[in-house]
């Protein structure tokens, strides 16, 4: 059982190297330190920390993939080299190592480029439901009151509201006619994407968030800085956010798996990224015509989808675990 | 109670308010002035629809006065005409909900068994083998995308099953219980399994860490102290203290998917709420969608009331808050 103090930072940092009383014994050390020592004994998420780096270094490195296979991610290649004479996809061969789709596509140049896709618009989706879930909940729990109960059935709203439906939504009117808001124009493709995903994420970690605040906003070096004469948001900025860190990063990180899901189920649906951008939701979808002729179409897309979301739910776990060990989580 | 009642119903109206000025920024201004009767006429729609459709909505008049309508109409339960189909919305909606309807129950079912008894025994003996495997299986479930699973499905049970002689499940497709209540169930036994086995997972998960929780609890070391039998301890005891969060997320999920199982009806070709949606994206058909988005937000809401008068019921403590 590890001491509930270690976990935060607001009791942790300060409290510790006060506390340490022989100084020259004891090395002081930061809450993150300890978090990332407990990290690195998590054999699990240090497994899926590799997973996560390779997946990366794939999408980053695509092109290089493009240029040894001499395939580039769009190049239809016409029979009987790309597809059988029929028209259907080829198995895996030495020069196609995982196959062809059905248009005569390298299925393993395709799939380097789906990664891409895929941890972008989870990244980015990502970012933008923490910073604005992160700045509705700390002015929610800070500010009280009115800007609470307001913020507080925003929120409400966002979560009441079905998020596919709404996507499915937005990707028909786009599919007519772009959407004009003041000087944006949404089109599709992955910047929709992004902010429609980010924007049905955000409710939750302003839940969170405000929950933390509340219990920092009582605290004594809270009324310091007040009594001092800093500014609101000097407080919340300097003070609050920085003791609010912890459960932000654990609860991004298995945001990430959920919005790399969601971005792949909008485009399986058809109304995610357009074609022929590669993308793993809409090769999916492609294969599924296909799952009698030429399995690889189907299960290499799947399995890079099923790798990737898994491997970043466990590393979240583990973040969990060792930076926010009060939240009781699968391994308690 | 009654007051409890009351807030809650208002919180629900005003959910509902939100949603329609939302679908009235989505489709009648995002569009822009003079696309919008285009936009909900329809693929290829003739100009005679567009004019009639920019008349009918009073697309001419301001927008409060636009929105007024809009929201009048939907007041009066009519939610709008397909002029792709030449049906009223409604119509379209009362032959798809029946669908997602057994979709979900019978899903539903199969996952709050599966998640919650799993959650149970793994949270009885915590780092067993019963445990572990547990974890890791719902782990895997839970980062598997509903397509992806359901593909599956399809590949295993389906094709594989059906290439060996073996006609056990059809592929796609529903059957009206009203035909052939036979059908009706084998139709929809991958679709139930697919959709339960990738929500039981947040379950397993939820009724594990809530069960970890209360059996920690002073009153639950007092119950064995008494000599009650371990099992009555877990179920009467310990379960019933930790469904709160279980059944918040019940009701959630359930609320959801009466919407639309946009995923499942997608892959299995079940003509629900949420394939209708999604088909009627490549025919241009935008007010099938708002009826669509209207039905499954109202879904939404009602569920979250049922959920909140439950508790009401069960736990008096609510009602003070």
């Not at chain 2, 003996?125 to 980062?143: G, M, N, Q």
């Not at chain 2, 301890?233 to 019940?250: C, I, K, N, W, Y």
């Not at chain 2, 079940?270 to 058909?285: E, F, H, K, N, W």
């Not at chain 2, 009401?312 to 403590?317: F, K, S, W």
Request: hydrophobic fraction near 55%; charge should be neutral; proline fraction near 6%.
């Amino acid at each position: 059982m590890i001491p509930s103090s270690i976990g935060m930072p607001e009791s942790g940092a300060e409290a510790m190297s006060e506390e340490a009383a022989p100084p020259s014994a004891i090395q002081g050390r930061s809450p993150w330190q300890l978090g990332w020592a407990r990290l690195r004994r998590d054999r699990a998420a240090m497994i899926a920390l590799g997973v996560v780096v390779v997946i990366a270094l794939v999408a980053i490195f695509a092109p290089v993939i493009a240029a040894l296979t001499g395939h580039g991610p769009n190049a239809e290649y016409p029979p009987p080299i790309g597809t059988t004479v029929d028209g259907l996809p080829n198995a895996p061969s030495a020069g196609f190592l995982l196959g062809t789709d059905d248009l005569g596509r390298d299925l393993l140049v395709r799939i380097a480029y789906g990664a891409r896709v895929s941890l972008l618009v989870g990244v980015l989706a990502t970012l933008l439901a923490v910073v604005i879930g992160a700045i509705v909940g700390l002015a929610a729990g800070y500010f009280g009151r009115i800007v609470d109960t307001v913020l507080a059935r925003v929120v409400d709203v966002m979560l009441s509201i079905p998020f596919l439906l709404f996507a499915i939504s937005l990707a028909s009117v786009v599919s007519v006619t772009p959407i004009h808001i003041g000087p944006i124009v949404l089109q599709q493709g992955i910047g929709i994407v992004v902010i429609v995903i980010g924007t049905f994420s955000w409710a939750t970690v302003a839940r969170i968030v405000r929950g933390q605040v509340l219990a920092i906003r009582e605290k004594e070096y809270i009324e310091a800085a007040r009594s001092l004469g800093a500014g609101s948001w000097r407080i919340i900025v300097v003070d609050v956010l920085p003791n609010v860190l912890a459960p932000i990063i654990v609860y991004a990180t298995l945001l990430i798996p959920l919005s790399i899901v969601a971005e792949a189920s909008l485009s399986y649906l058809g109304v995610g990224i357009p074609p022929p951008a590669a993308d793993w939701g809409s090769m999916i979808a492609d294969a599924q015509q296909y799952y009698q002729e030429a399995w690889w179409f189907l299960v290499f897309p799947c399995l890079a989808l099923i790798i990737t979301t898994l491997a970043f739910n466990v590393l979240g776990d583990g973040i969990r675990d060792a930076f926010d060990p009060r939240s009781s989580g699968s391994r308690t | 109670m009654i007051r409890f009642l009351f807030r809650r119903i208002l919180l629900g109206a005003f959910v509902m308010f939100c949603v329609t000025v939302i679908v009235y920024l989505i489709f009648y201004v995002g569009p822009g002035p003079g696309y919008v009767a285009r936009a909900l006429a329809g693929r290829e729609a003739p100009p005679q629809t567009v004019a009639l459709i920019a008349h009918r909505l009073l697309l001419d008049r301001p927008w409060y006065v636009q929105y007024w309508h809009f929201l009048l109409q939907l007041l009066h339960g009519d939610l709008g005409y397909d002029y792709y189909h030449g049906q009223s919305v409604n119509s379209i909606i009362a032959q798809a909900f029946p669908v997602t309807l057994s979709l979900t129950l019978g899903a539903a079912v199969i996952w709050l068994v599966i998640g919650v008894l799993s959650g149970v025994a793994s949270a009885v003996k915590p780092r067993s083998l019963l445990d572990r495997s547990a974890t890791f299986v719902a782990l895997i479930f839970y980062s598997m995308p509903t397509f992806v699973l359901g593909l599956l499905m399809i590949e295993l049970l389906y094709y594989q099953l059906t290439i060996h002689g073996l006609h056990w499940f059809p592929g796609a497709g529903y059957t009206p219980p009203s035909q052939s209540l036979f059908e009706w169930f084998r139709g929809l036994i991958l679709p139930w399994l697919t959709l339960a086995l990738v929500s039981a997972a947040a379950y397993t998960r939820l009724t594990r860490a809530a069960m970890l929780d209360v059996l920690g609890e002073d009153y639950i070391r007092t119950a064995r102290a008494k000599g009650l039998s371990e099992s009555r301890v877990v179920f009467r005891h310990a379960l019933r203290a930790a469904l709160t969060p279980v059944v918040t997320q019940f009701g959630i999920d359930v609320g959801t998917l009466l919407g639309g199982a946009v995923i499942t009806e997608n892959v299995f070709g079940l003509p629900g709420l949420g394939y209708t949606a999604v088909q009627a994206i490549s025919d241009q058909d935008l007010p099938v969608i708002i009826g669509v988005v209207i039905v499954a937000s109202a879904a939404v809401v009602v569920a979250n009331l049922v959920v909140d008068l439950f508790y009401a019921v069960l736990d008096p403590r609510v009602r003070l808050h």
